[in-house]
């Protein structure tokens, strides 16, 4: 049973231009949602997070959003830079879990020149 | 601080061989993961300690698979005997304590078993 999806295994966007990257979940219980980006060859690098109390988080470029009563959340990345270029992951963690992160399969996002 | 380190980047071991994954945490975190990423499946928690202590080692896929944590610094993934199944990247991270947020990870050691 997933309890984090992300539905889109990928998305390209033109530079300069927004990335929207989607995750949607199951468990109302989550605490504390999470956006990892990561690279080929290394480990995910924490961008940001958002706790389930708020709707909003900013962040430079980022912000998350949490739409609590749809059980969905998005980041968006604005303006797009080619750097920006790597596979995203959104992941929720709760009491529940012991806090563990719950991961979503990812997004790999590709900007185009 | 250097980060999460993790040895050795590579290995290659055959079918049936012991390997032993390892770890070191970032200095002063009291929360360390194991994570295995395939194709098939992404992101699987296979352990979690904290304070040295295993919580939860409900993700270690079989007997096969065992975790240690002997001190804050160190950790150790062991597989015996490995399997092709079990190539895979391992990743490992810390986080600065029980149930916060962040983890940072290391760069991971990609196993591959033939």
């Known amino acids: 049973d997933q309890q984090v999806k992300q539905n889109s295994p990928s998305l390209s966007v033109q530079e300069g231009r927004i990335s929207i990257l989607n995750c949607d979940y199951t468990?109302?219980?989550?605490?504390?949602f999470l956006w990892y980006k990561k690279y080929p060859a290394e480990g995910p690098t924490f961008l940001i997070s958002?706790?389930?109390i708020k709707d909003k988080n900013e962040d430079g470029r980022f912000t998350v959003f949490l739409n609590k009563s749809a059980k969905h959340l998005s980041l968006h990345i604005v303006p797009s830079q080619p750097g920006d270029s790597a596979v995203y992951f959104c992941a929720a963690l709760s009491r529940d879990s012991n806090y563990q992160l719950i991961w979503g399969a990812g997004t790999k996002l590709i900007i185009k020149p | 601080d250097a980060g999460v380190i993790q040895s050795p980047r590579h290995e290659v071991t055959e079918m049936g061989q012991e390997v032993t994954l390892r770890c070191k945490p970032i200095?002063?975190?009291?929360?360390l993961f194991w994570y295995r990423q395939t194709m098939m499946r992404g992101l699987e928690l296979l352990i979690y300690?904290?304070?040295?202590?295993?919580?939860?080692d409900s993700g270690m896929p079989e007997d096969r698979f065992s975790a240690k944590m002997p001190n804050a610094s160190f950790s150790t993934l062991k597989i015996q005997p490995s399997e092709p199944r079990d190539s895979a990247v391992y990743f490992c991270?810390?986080?600065?304590?029980?149930?916060?947020?962040?983890?940072?990870f290391g760069q991971g050691t990609r196993l591959t078993v033939v």
């Open positions: 200095s002063g975190h009291n929360s």
């Open positions: 468990n109302s219980m989550f605490d504390y």
């Open positions: 958002i706790s389930s």
């Open positions: 991270a810390s986080s600065p304590g029980q149930g916060v947020g962040a983890s940072f």
């Open positions: 300690f904290n304070n040295n202590v295993p919580i939860d």
